[in-house]
């Protein structure tokens, strides 16, 4: 539910209570062990970051969140494909294919730990443990 608000809070442009709700969503989350809906929460600090005009750590976050549903099996759901292939077009865009590729692969490359550290630091650069 907290992603949900998280989520609905950054369509509407309400980014402070956005980041908050996603922040109690993912430490709870990883708190539970929850991996499918850490990947979800990952996903909301993507639309976040593109939201603040940071479209390098968006992608990280998208390439963290589609590496650990990859890992643990569980696709995005359905009704989310469109506005993500959106998301993720309008990310490449504003990077340009190699740099949006690097920064997916970067986030790709990141623990599960250092994905989830690098979402909630607010950071433009993850720090790596």
């Not at 996903?43 to 969140?65: D, I, T, Y």
């Not at 569980?74 to 190699?98: I, K």
Request: glycine share 8%; aromatic share 6%; with cysteine.
């Amino acid at each position: 539910m907290l992603h949900t608000q998280g989520r609905a809070e950054c369509a509407l442009g309400r980014l402070n209570a956005a980041e908050s709700h996603l922040t109690e969503s993912l430490r709870i989350c990883r708190d539970l062990g929850d991996r499918g809906s850490m990947a979800d929460a990952l996903n909301g600090f993507a639309h976040l970051a593109m939201e603040k005009e940071s479209p390098g750590r968006a992608a990280q976050l998208w390439g963290a969140a589609e590496r650990l549903r990859e890992e643990i099996g569980v696709p995005l759901p359905s009704f989310d494909r469109v506005n993500y292939e959106n998301a993720l077009s309008a990310t490449r865009a504003a990077l340009g294919d190699d740099s949006f590729e690097r920064a997916w692969r970067e986030g790709r490359e990141m623990t599960l730990e250092d994905a989830v550290q690098y979402a909630l630091s607010g950071e433009d650069t993850p720090q790596r443990q």
